[in-house]
T-cell receptor, first 115, second 110 residues
């Protein structure tokens, strides 16, 4: 199947700093990418949907100024957690799908710990 | 609204044991149903899917049947192996959006 690479797989940062997570589709063009967050023992929750070249659509309750999403090319989307706080510590995972596809492919996820 | 309720783990089984992981859903419309698996250090991988009622998805010895009457999509395998140790996520897709269960961690011991 198609490959989606997410980097880094884990990161520890100090409170107040910003962290960037990359999501790349390695062997297909991803017209749409999705960002999810998972808190311990909870479901994966969709944060935002991004289409290449346009602004991301954020789910209700997700702060767009805190979670900056850029989908500048058909193979790369980035999520930047700005001014991170301990409550932002979570597992973030991206998925990507090609135009017209009925299946999404997931990255391996990023474990963010804010100290 | 749309949601997925999945059996809580962790689940620990001996090799060759029978596996069932329960999954029920609530959805508007006619969703597609999926099981994803996440092996340690890897991304979610599609395990199997079913797109309409009574469809059975199967892969690698795993099976799940889309039951509209009970709104369920339980995952089963007749004889698990150590290599099946992973986290399993039930999900539904409606419109363009996935809804996931909380995931069930499975550990198979020799």
């Amino acid at each position: 199947g198609a490959v989606v690479s997410q980097h880094p797989s884990w990161v520890i940062c100090k409170s107040g700093t910003s962290v960037k997570i990359e999501c790349r589709s390695l062997d297909f063009q991803a017209t749409t990418m999705f960002w999810y967050r998972q808190f311990p023992k909870q479901s994966l929750m969709l944060m935002a949907t991004s289409n290449e070249g346009s602004k991301a659509t954020y789910e209700q309750g997700v702060e767009k100024d805190k979670f900056l999403i850029n989908h500048a090319s058909l193979t790369l989307s980035t999520l930047t957690v700005t001014s991170a706080h301990p409550e932002d510590s979570s597992f973030y995972i991206c998925s990507a799908e090609a135009e017209g596809a009925s299946e999404a492919f997931f990255g391996q996820g990023t474990r963010l710990t804010v100290v | 609204g749309n949601s997925v309720t999945q059996m809580e783990g962790p689940v620990t089984l001996s090799e060759e044991a029978f596996l069932t992981i329960n999954c029920t859903y609530t959805a508007t419309g006619y969703p597609s149903l999926f099981w994803y698996v996440q092996y340690p250090g890897e991304g979610l991988q599609l395990l199997l899917k079913a797109t309409k009622a009574d469809d059975k998805g199967s892969n690698k010895g795993f099976e799940a049947t889309y039951r509209k009457e009970t709104t369920s999509f339980h995952l089963e395998k007749g004889s698990v192996q150590v290599s099946d140790s992973a986290v399993y996520f039930c999900a539904l897709l409606t419109g363009n959006q996935f809804y996931f269960g909380t995931g069930t961690s499975l550990t198979v011991i020799p």
